[in-house]
T-cell receptor
Framework: ETGVTQTPRHLVMGMTNKKSLKCEQH?????MYWYKQSAKKPLELMFV???????ENNSVPSRFSPECPNSSHLFLHLHTLQPEDSALYLC??????????????FGEGSRLTVL | GQSLEQPSEVTAVEGAIVQINCTYQ??????LSWYQQHDGGAPTFLSY??LDGLEETGRFSSFLSRSDSYGYLLLQELQMKDSASYFC????????????WGAGTKLIIKP
């Protein structure tokens, strides 16, 4: 059983579709993160949750809507996306939201293509 | 503003030693992390330096100089499986202790 599991691994959607990405962590961590990874660019932090409460929202457009029902599960709801939103979306977890050891545990990501 | 710079690509030979540099400009520096990511895989944590000096973990070592705002990842006895992208990331106070990431260095290893 891997530490952080993301589904689906690949997703293709039209600009008018609504879809969701799911992340589950089995590490007993208290913090969970959504990152966007585009080719040859730094990882972009989108959202941070600590004990189910959102602690960071890095000016992410409202077409991305996170949900954290408990410390083990994190969702990213997608609607009316743009082609430039095509990227790899990575979920991560850590013991606390300030990552005192600089260590995050990542899932393998959901590769999103917006047509 | 915040920025991290690392080379976009480095090429080395199997069995050799390679150093990947990272320079940073941040506010309220707390520590420097290194991550490895294979194509199609998850970024995986390699090391974290909060204090100056060299930290060694097997074939990999990481160095930090806070006064120079500089660090590096040293990979020894390179193996083909080390072909991956390597990211440096700074933990800083002014970003609420979140990691600020470099754009990554693609390490190509030739036999």
């Amino acid at each position: 059983e891997t530490g952080v599991t993301q589904t689906p691994r690949h997703l293709v959607m039209g600009m008018t579709n609504k879809k969701s990405l799911k992340c589950e962590q089995h590490l007993g961590h208290n913090a969970m993160y959504w990152y966007k990874q585009s080719a040859k660019k730094p990882l972009e932090l989108m959202f941070v949750y600590n004990f189910k409460e959102q602690t960071e929202n890095n000016s992410v457009p409202s077409r991305f809507s996170p949900e954290c029902p408990n410390s083990s599960h994190l969702f990213l709801h997608l609607h009316t996306l743009q082609p430039e939103d095509s990227a790899l979306y990575l979920c991560a977890s850590s013991q606390d939201h300030k990552a005192n050891t600089g260590e995050l545990f990542f899932g393998e990501g959901s590769r999103l293509t917006v047509l | 503003g915040q920025s991290l710079e690392q080379p976009s690509e480095v090429t080395a030979v199997e069995g050799a030693i390679v150093q990947i540099n990272c320079t940073y400009q941040t506010s309220g520096f707390y520590g420097l992390s290194w991550y490895q990511q294979h194509d199609g895989g998850a970024p995986t944590f390699l090391s974290y330096n909060a204090l100056d000096g060299l930290e060694e973990t097997g074939r990999f070592s990481s160095f930090l100089s806070r006064s120079d705002s500089y660090g590096y990842l040293l990979l020894q006895e390179l193996q083909m499986k080390d072909s991956a992208s390597y990211f440096c990331a700074v933990r800083e106070r002014d970003s609420n202790y979140q990691l600020i990431w470099g754009a990554g260095t693609k390490l190509i290893i030739k036999p």
